[in-house]
C-alpha cells in the first residue's frame, strides 16, 4: 500500500518480517529498483544487521533512543574491512621487512605496537616466514576486522 501513491520517500519498519527467504528477496530486489529506477529514498528501520547490509547505502545506527553514529556504506567496509595483525619484539624492523622484502606500505601501527597489514591477509605465512627469516620473534598473528553485526555491537557496548 506505501507504494500507491508513486512516494518519493518511503519509511519501512521491520520490512521483512515475516516474509519466507523467497519474499525477503524480492522485497530486497523491489527496493533497489525502486531506488536506481525512480530515485525514491528509503529509510528503513532493522535488527536485522546482515539484511540492511545487503541494501542499505548510508547507516545510523541508534542505541536507546540516540544516534551514536551515522555512516556511509564506504566508511563502514573501511572500519570493518579485513586486516592481518602482527605483533613482534621489534616494530622499527617489522616495518622495514614489510615495506623493503614483502614490498607494501598498506599497513598501520596500532596502540600496544600491534601492526594491522591490509595486503598479505590471505597469505599470513609469507608474511610469518619473512619476518622469522629477518631474525624477527612474532608474538601474535591474527586476522582481525568486523561485520556490521559485530562493529554495531562494539559501538553500543554489547557483549557478543
Request: a negative charge; charged letters at 25%; aromatic letters at 6%.
Amino acid at each position: 500500500m506505501a507504494l500507491l501513491g508513486d512516494p518519493e520517500f518511503l519509511i519501512l519498519d521491520e520490512l521483512t518480517n515475516g516474509l519466507d527467504p523467497m519474499g525477503i528477496v524480492y522485497m530486497r530486489e523491489l527496493l533497489k529498483r525502486l531506488n536506481k529506477e525512480k530515485g525514491v529514498t528509503i529509510l528503513i528501520s532493522s535488527h536485522l544487521l546482515s539484511e540492511l547490509n545487503q541494501l542499505a547505502t548510508c547507516y545510523g545506527i541508534l542505541n536507546n533512543g540516540e544516534l551514536v553514529e551515522e555512516l556511509t556504506q564506504k566508511q563502514l567496509d573501511e572500519k570493518c574491512r579485513k586486516a592481518l595483525e602482527v605483533k613482534t619484539n621489534d616494530l622499527k624492523q617489522t616495518a622495514w621487512v614489510l615495506e623493503n622484502i614483502l614490498k607494501t606500505t598498506n599497513y598501520k601501527v596500532l596502540p600496544g605496537e600491534v601492526i594491522r597489514i591490509y595486503d598479505y591477509i590471505n597469505d599470513p605465512g609469507k608474511v610469518s616466514t619473512a619476518l622469522v627469516e629477518a631474525g624477527i620473534t612474532i608474538y601474535q598473528v591474527g586476522v582481525s576486522g568486523d561485520n556490521l553485526e559485530s562493529y554495531f555491537m562494539n559501538l553500543v557496548g554489547g557483549n557478543v
